[in-house]
């Protein structure tokens, strides 16, 4: 039990203080404070410059909320909940380990350091991309899991910053899910990390984003906006229960497993869910949903 409150201690203040150098040190090239601003003023600007939907507006409907949701999920959320959580996780599996004579590093498949450079980064973004494909179709399928998803699709605008609209309770179930199957492979480091997640950043703001593009054939491999607005679609196909187009970076698991659906130009369809207008408006009771939910379906 010590060791469980130790850990969530240094927790905290191990990444207070990595919080702080992130926004006192601005030279670093894997900074994320200003990585996450450089990437939204790009994207942001690639949509007043190309706007796919010609009468949104640059501020539309939710823009600051959705820009206080960016930095609340991305910094303030590990640093209120989530870095703790993760780190006693860990502490806990490898203690479970223990049990059994076996360490962390005994149990690796395989350490990247092991293999070409560019194969293990491959490999690490491949799995990490498809085991978030898959929490993303449960975050549909469970009702209890939606009730949490429903405020991403509570976007009613699509604009970059909606990209990182989310409940507090989506990063438990991803990292949750990622930690097994990533802590098999050994060997990745900081940098590593880094590029996989600016990558991922970077699509997933396009995805979100009021431009018009597809990447021709390339579509095939990547998500974009073109296919990313059906997910965000408030009618569905009748045969489709669940959604569709789930891919995060990656399009081509839809394609491969058949979840796949662009039917049409997709620019002015209506975006949310049956019952979003019922749906909490702030960022307090968005948090707080499902707890303080009226009747949605």
Sequence with gaps: MNDILQ?????????WNYLLSEITSYNKWDNYFYGLIIVSLVVWGLEVLFPWRKNQKIFRKDF?????????????????????LS??????????????GVSLESVQLFDVDA?????????????SDFTQWNVHRLLHRVPFLWNFHKLHHSVKEMGFAA?????????????SALYIPIALIGGFDAAD???????????GHLNHANLGWDYGPFKYIFNNPKMHIWHHAKVLPKHVKYGVNYGLTLSIWDYLFGTNHIPEDGRDI?????????FPKDFIKQEFYPLTKTQTK
């Design 270 to 278: 209506e975006l949310g869910f049956d019952g979003d207008e019922r």
């Design 7 to 15: 850990t969530i201690q240094d927790s905290y203040s191990g990444y």
């Design 193 to 203: 990390v880094a590029i996989v997640h600016f990558f991922a950043l970077s699509v």
């Design 115 to 127: 293999i070409p450079y560019g194969v293990g980064l491959l490999i690490f973004f491949l799995i």
């Design 163 to 175: 990209h990182l609209r989310y409940h507090w309770m989506e990063p438990v179930v991803y990292k």
């Design 64 to 84: 600051w909320l959705d820009t206080f949701y960016m930095f609340f999920n991305f910094f303030l959320l590990n640093l209120i909940v989530f870095i703790a």
């Design 87 to 100: 780190n006693t996780v860990a502490l806990l599996f490898d203690n479970f380990l223990s049990l059994f």
